[in-house]
């Protein structure tokens, strides 16, 4: 079973940046897949990013390519998003996710971090 904490949320002027941290245990951290999630209120939950267990690949929303840098390390077990050029429409709920190579579906979740981006 693998346990993911997301951190490093906060309130931040259009413009700023924040690095979010998912921490993990339990599991053999580079086998598996991390994504990052956002949810908007009112909103339906969308991909962010995602990163392979390797770190060699990586993929992003079109919402956020070139402003959000998804980043892992596996002796760590940790997890990275950081985010830059923060606009107000990015605020959500931020959550990691992890997948084992080769699945489709998210089997493990993070509780969620608050990013709030003011105008």
């Known amino acids: 079973q693998v346990q993911l904490v997301a951190s490093g949320g906060g309130l931040v002027q259009a413009g700023g940046s924040l690095r979010l941290s998912c921490a993990t245990s339990?599991?053999?951290?580079?086998?598996?897949?991390m994504g990052w999630f956002r949810q908007a209120p009112g909103k339906e939950r969308e991909f962010v990013a995602l990163?392979?267990?390797?770190?060699?690949?990586?993929s992003y929303a079109d919402s956020v390519k070139g402003r959000f840098t998804i980043s892992r390390d596996n002796a760590k077990s940790i997890g990275y998003l950081q985010m830059n050029s923060l606009k107000p429409d990015d605020t959500a709920v931020y959550y990691c996710?992890?997948?084992?190579?080769?699945?489709?579906?998210?089997?493990?979740w993070g509780q969620g971090t608050q990013v709030t981006v003011s105008s």
């Open positions: 996710a992890a997948r084992r190579s080769g699945w489709v579906r998210y089997e493990y």
């Open positions: 339990g599991g053999t951290f580079s086998n598996y897949v």
């Open positions: 990163i392979t267990g390797s770190g060699a690949s990586t």
